[in-house]
């Protein structure tokens, strides 16, 4: 088990969190975390993760065995040899513990875990495909997907029509945007690019595009994803950088959002976090699309 982490992380230490939980901390609503799994022996993770309605999508490995390769595509979803998919769900909805500042922005929602993708990105667009089909069959009210590729994928392929019935069913669909860090020049990353869902760039202590965050016309929202803390398997926490966990404290928001106004559709719970944003410019840009996330903007009346 790693240390705990005792201090208050630096994009914590901005939100005034009792002002932000007065009405809800996320009960109710239910967040699929589509990643490397989630491991649920951490115990800011134990009672927030619902394994039952976990899922593997792995298959083993013929060329490259690893040391889990016979659990690989058996398991449900709440083994995670990577970390990835922890330290995604930890930012969600990491339940209080004494000795570290650390906590989910909507710490009593619960986790869906879905194992699909691992060190070696074996996850492919098409079993990303059936993830997302089976979060929406278990309830999912919000997805996180923390990965990306910069693969085509028009319309017609598997992944844009998963995503598509997802929106359709009213499920707000959080993905990150991806690291190349090229202002634009690379290719579209998805499912970012994909209608309806909320790509999140990252940004830094100054509110402004963290170096390594992809920019482009997909990019919905900025978040925090410089020196991020979260939970890692075993317990304890770490620190790491990325757009991977700049999704999550939206998707956090979000479960906040679903969760204070339940009659809102989709749509209006990514129009009240675009809203609500804080901005340094007029209108939206392709680096931090419509502003950095501001929780306690997003969840005031």
């Not at 982490?5 to 109710?28: H, S």
Request: glycine share 10%.
């Amino acid at each position: 088990m790693k240390k705990q982490i005792a201090d208050t992380p630096w994009p914590l230490q901005r939100v005034l969190l009792d002002e932000l939980w007065q009405d809800t901390k996320g009960k109710g609503v239910r967040v699929a975390v589509i990643d490397t799994g989630v491991d649920d022996v951490n115990p800011q993770l134990r009672t927030a993760v619902d394994a039952k309605a976990g899922k593997d999508y792995l298959k083993p490995d013929k060329k490259n065995p690893g040391l889990d390769d016979a659990q690989r595509g058996k398991t449900d979803g709440t083994v995670d040899q990577v970390g990835h998919g922890t330290k995604v769900a930890g930012i969600i909805a990491a339940r209080p513990r004494p000795g570290t500042g650390f906590v989910g922005l909507a710490p009593e929602a619960t986790i869906i875990p879905i194992r699909q993708n691992d060190e070696k990105n074996s996850g492919k667009a098409d079993s990303m495909a059936e993830a997302v089909k089976w979060a929406v069959a278990k309830g999912a009210h919000v997805i996180n997907i923390s990965q990306d590729t910069t693969a085509r994928l028009g319309p017609e392929s598997d992944l844009a029509k998963a995503v598509a019935e997802a929106v359709r069913k009213d499920v707000v669909v959080v993905a990150s945007a991806g690291n190349d860090g090229m202002d634009g020049t690379a290719k579209t990353t998805y499912p970012a690019a994909f209608p309806g869902v909320l790509a999140v760039a990252s940004s830094d202590r100054n509110n402004e595009r963290a170096a390594f965050s992809q920019a482009g016309p997909m990019v919905g929202v900025a978040a925090p994803g410089v020196d991020i803390v979260s939970t890692v398997p075993g317990g304890g926490q770490c620190v790491d950088n990325g757009t991977s966990f700049s999704a999550p404290y939206v998707a956090g928001v979000a479960a906040l959002l679903r969760a204070e106004h339940e009659d809102w559709s989709a749509a209006q719970i990514i129009a009240r976090i675009q809203q609500t944003a804080v901005r340094s410019v007029n209108g939206r840009d392709n680096y931090v699309g419509w502003g950095v996330v501001d929780p306690v903007r997003a969840l005031a009346d």
